[in-house]
């Protein structure tokens, strides 16, 4: 008899898990991701900022499960699902739409950036989700200093070294912090025109306060070290309006050539395509045991599901997705092999982090609150842990210490993956005079 067949679509933490829990079932496991890779999403920052370089958080999904022999590996993009003939569509370079039947499926498929409907923004503002957007916010970064250093009339040198982030969460508050390191250490006299120091870092929120996830006090702790640093925290205000002159706050104009949207994200579209119930926000209603109501057979976990608990819905975080995922696995395991279920899901919350700056974290556990030194590395031991490879945890781990030790970073390459726009027109004099 043919062996059951399960499809997890996203190779990100929730379909990992729930991939590497169904090692020892006697099932024909497919793992389909549109990228090669697997991506440590918290550090993408760091390659945004220079710290890390693309292959030190992304690992070839292959690779990871070269010894799990029930596992297959397949590179295409999920387009749709056939609920009641139970089989997904794939799209890759060749095919379009090719029809791959399950008896599980597992949709672990993430989220994606949400500009709150206001998609204009997007093409002064790249948000940061992928390796491609962290390599173009570094080519943004980099190459704002390289224009600037050009430039003769130091009126430009304003906008062209104002650095605006939208959006105080963890990851605007980890892209400011960075930065502000970046042209405080890093930068420092390798210029002769410019002082990178003089740069301008701005962090805009329209709620109070800088990480509203966390307490309070360690909110405070935060911006008190990111203005420490040097960084502007306006908060209170969202921005009306970003162009390609820069944003408006409040009524203000920031001039800004370097605009990164660090704000909202959308589930992906697994809502749609299984044509079923959704929260608000388009994730997916799960039941206590991750399921769809009405199809025991299909699992959502991670960024796309929503599920309850407490009554309260659980974070888009690595953690939620990676126990979800283990979960599913172990459940379907369970029901192949005719064993004990396990019972319902429930999430272990072991605690949420935030770096600000070089030695800086905020660290929240239970009761537990911290910042600082102590902090920052409980941060790095974690966040080393669950990098994929033993490879990529020493290499990462080497270039902290090197890092800190020289403010010294991996990577500052703009590499230009498509034709850049000639400088004539780029800075044509009309241009030049409204600026
Ligand atoms: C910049 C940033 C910083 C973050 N920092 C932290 C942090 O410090 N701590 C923390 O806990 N969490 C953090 N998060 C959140 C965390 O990364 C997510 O909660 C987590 O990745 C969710 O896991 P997932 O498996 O649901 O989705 P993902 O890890 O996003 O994986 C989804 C996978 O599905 C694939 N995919 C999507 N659509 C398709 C399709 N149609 N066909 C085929 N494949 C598809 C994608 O390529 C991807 O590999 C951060 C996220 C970002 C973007």
Request: glycine share 10%.
């Amino acid at each position: 008899m043919s062996q059951p067949r399960i499809v997890i679509v996203g190779g990100g933490f929730g379909g990992l898990a729930a991939a590497k829990a169904l090692k020892k079932t006697p099932a024909e496991v497919t793992l389909i991701d549109r990228t090669n890779h697997h991506l440590f999403q918290p550090l993408l920052y760091q390659v945004a900022t220079s710290v890390l370089s693309p292959n030190q958080i992304g690992f070839p999904i292959r690779g990871i499960f070269k010894n799990q022999r029930n596992t297959t590996v397949i590179l295409g993009e999920v387009t749709g699902v056939d609920r009641d003939n139970k089989c997904i569509f794939v799209s890759d370079k060749d095919r379009l739409d090719v029809p791959l039947s399950y008896d599980y499926l597992v949709l672990a498929t993430g989220a994606t950036h949400s500009y709150f409907g206001q998609n204009e923004f997007e093409e002064f503002a790249p948000g940061l989700k992928s390796l491609a957007d962290a390599e173009e916010t570094r080519n943004k970064i980099l190459q704002a200093f390289e224009l600037a250093e050009a430039e003769e009339d130091p009126s430009r040198h304003r906008d062209l070294l104002t650095f605006v982030l939208v959006g105080a969460g963890p990851t605007g508050v980890e892209m400011a912090g960075a930065l502000a390191v970046l042209v405080k250490t890093t930068l420092k006299s390798n210029f002769r025109r410019i002082d990178p120091a003089s740069a301008r870092v701005v962090l805009v929120d329209r709620s109070p306060r800088v990480l509203g996830t966390f307490s309070e006090q360690l909110s405070q702790a935060a911006k008190q070290r990111l203005e420490n640093l040097g960084v502007e925290v306006r908060l209170g205000h969202g921005v009306d309006q970003i162009d390609a002159d820069g944003v408006v706050v409040a009524g203000e104009r920031i001039a800004s050539k370097t605009v990164i949207w660090t704000a909202g994200v959308a589930p992906s579209p697994a809502g749609k395509w299984l044509r079923v119930e959704t929260d608000h926000a388009g994730r997916v209603r799960v039941q206590d045991d991750l399921t769809v109501p009405g199809h025991p057979e299909i699992f959502v976990i991670g960024d796309t599901a929503a599920f309850q608990q407490d009554g309260k819905p659980l974070p888009g975080v690595a953690q939620v997705a990676m126990q979800q995922g283990r979960y599913a696995g172990k459940l379907i395991h369970t029901r192949i092999t005719d064993s004990k279920q396990p019972a319902p899901f429930r999430y272990f919350d072991k605690g949420t982090m935030a770096v600000v700056g070089k030695g800086f974290a905020v660290l929240q556990s239970g009761k537990v609150q911290m910042s600082g030194l102590g902090a920052w590395l409980v941060w790095a031991f974690v966040h080393l842990q669950f990098l994929a490879t033993s490879g990529l945890r020493l290499s990462v781990f080497l270039q902290w210490i090197w890092t800190f030790v020289t403010g010294q970073r991996g990577s500052r390459l703009i590499v230009n993956h498509h034709t850049s726009t000639p400088v004539s027109t780029a800075v044509s004099e009309p241009a030049r005079g409204a600026a």
